[in-house]
């Protein structure tokens, strides 16, 4: 079996996907603006060799349950939320090989500054950071970025693949291979013959400048994506190397990532050439019994209401207006089509009343756990590798650092005794270590045709 990757699923803030857990006397999330909490998470990670941390991000409250911001500020609902980019120098400055995945929202950024911001962070982190690519779901952003409303599902993909033929051309045209000379003696420092004004008139992005930053080790970041929909496959086919997925069976994901690497095929691309991550909650103990123990526990601290205020704006459909056992009508939105598929089309016959959502979140989110001793974990885990077709994981925290803790003092030793995790990080960056191939965009790659 191929050696399975691992990040650290998190976001710069006190709730993330498991509503309610900050409540938890060992949880220390409520102490997410302090840098500390950061770095010493980075050196934790790194002590259990993951690959990476991925920050998501909102911009914007979850303000759809009874159209209201009120539940989601009361119960933490991803709110409130800091910048996930500003973290990351701090983090790297205490590691050095663990990776940095940010999300940042193509929507509401210039090209041209969030380029060199990624550059930057790309210099600072020694190539290690990636791009979480993302059009955004929620209306809030939109109407605190002066719009009305969110933009159209299909309009903001067709947004971003304009966008990121811009960016590329940043990244890859503006500066060629060889245009730093630094040359102390001749005071000389660009060859200014390489160095090139990016001219780009899309449908959505005009542009005539040329990128800020020298080239960065990567150039372009690793750029990651969790679009699930049609639309959003057809878009990761073409652009993502790394894809974060949900699943509730292997039989049903192993559809779902075929469908991804078809749609890579489909853009001339090597379908292994996309690393899939499933996102996961783990509950680990010495023991199945003290697992499940901790399993009790947390459902004691665990909202669901918090829970259900978090799908409401996923989904954009306000379930306070339902009562507990009143059928839910799906109706189209402009949120997030992945998980309306995967309440309608993936539960096919299933008629989703309020209550039986608040009973799947028993720990604060619709994800069933895996719970039990490191043996039991590690079987389950290879099962999702081996039936699924995934590459590696998402770890969701619950307690923190409590659960990332525990899986790299249990978990990490008994996959590494079974040969399917590293024992040693590879060098290079964050793509030789993802890829075993170059620093740069693959050749199979869109964006590698942009390069000088």
């Known amino acids: 079996m191929r050696k399975i990757l691992l990040n650290a699923f998190n976001m710069n803030s006190v709730g993330h996907i498991a509503h309610g857990l900050w409540r938890h006397p060992r949880d220390n999330s409520v102490d997410y603006t302090n840098i500390e909490y950061w770095t010493d998470l980075a050196k934790l990670l790194e002590k259990g060799m993951f690959d990476g941390v991925f920050m998501a991000d909102v911009i914007g409250i979850n303000d759809v349950y009874g159209s209201s911001p009120e539940a989601a500020c009361e119960k933490a609902v991803q709110v409130p939320i800091n910048d996930p980019m500003l973290i990351v ?37 020694k190539g290690r950071v990636g791009w979480n690519v993302v059009t955004g779901y929620l209306d809030s952003a939109a109407r605190g970025l002066g719009l009305t409303q969110q933009i159209e599902h299909s309009r903001r993909y067709d947004m971003a693949d304009d966008y990121m033929d811009c960016v590329y051309k940043l990244w890859e045209r503006s500066w060629e291979d060889g245009s730093v000379l630094r040359n102390r003696e001749t005071g000389v420092f660009a060859d200014t013959t390489k160095v090139h004004t990016i001219e780009h008139s899309g449908p959505f992005v005009k542009m005539s400048a040329a990128h800020l930053c020298e080239p960065s080790p990567q150039r372009t970041p690793v750029l990651y994506q969790a679009g699930s929909s049609p639309r959003g496959q057809a878009f990761a086919g073409k652009h993502a190397e790394c894809v974060f997925i949900t699943g509730r069976t292997p039989s049903d994901t192993a559809k779902l990532v075929a469908d991804i690497r078809n749609a890579a095929a489909a853009a001339d691309r090597n379908p292994r050439g996309i690393r899939v991550f499933l996102g996961v909650v783990v509950i680990v103990g010495k023991t199945n019994a003290e697992a499940h123990e901790k399993l009790e526990e947390y459902k004691r601290y665990a909202s669901p209401e918090g829970g259900l205020v978090h799908l409401c704006s996923s989904t954009g459909i306000d379930y306070s207006k339902y009562d507990l056992d009143e059928p839910i009508t799906f109706s189209k939105t402009e949120s997030m089509v992945s998980v309306v598929e995967a309440l309608t089309t993936r539960n096919a016959g299933q008629q989703w009343t309020v209550r039986k959502l608040l009973k799947q979140m028993e720990i604060g989110c619709r994800m069933a756990p895996i719970v039990g001793d490191p043996m039991e974990v590690a079987d389950a885990l290879e099962t999702w590798v081996r039936e699924a077709d995934v590459d590696g994981f998402n770890l969701i925290r619950t307690v923190t650092p409590e659960s990332f803790a525990d899986f790299v003092e249990l978990v990490v030793p008994e996959l590494q005794n079974r040969g399917v995790y590293k024992t040693e990080y590879a060098h290079g960056t964050l793509r030789e270590k993802l890829f075993d191939d170059g620093a740069y965009l693959p050749s199979d790659h869109v964006g590698s045709r942009f390069h000088n």
Do not use: I, Q
């Open 89 to 125: 120098s701090a983090m790297a400055a205490v590691t050095n090989n663990l990776g940095f995945g940010v999300t940042s929202n193509l929507t509401y950024e210039s090209p041209y500054l969030l380029a060199r911001r990624f550059s930057t962070l790309d210099h600072l982190t």
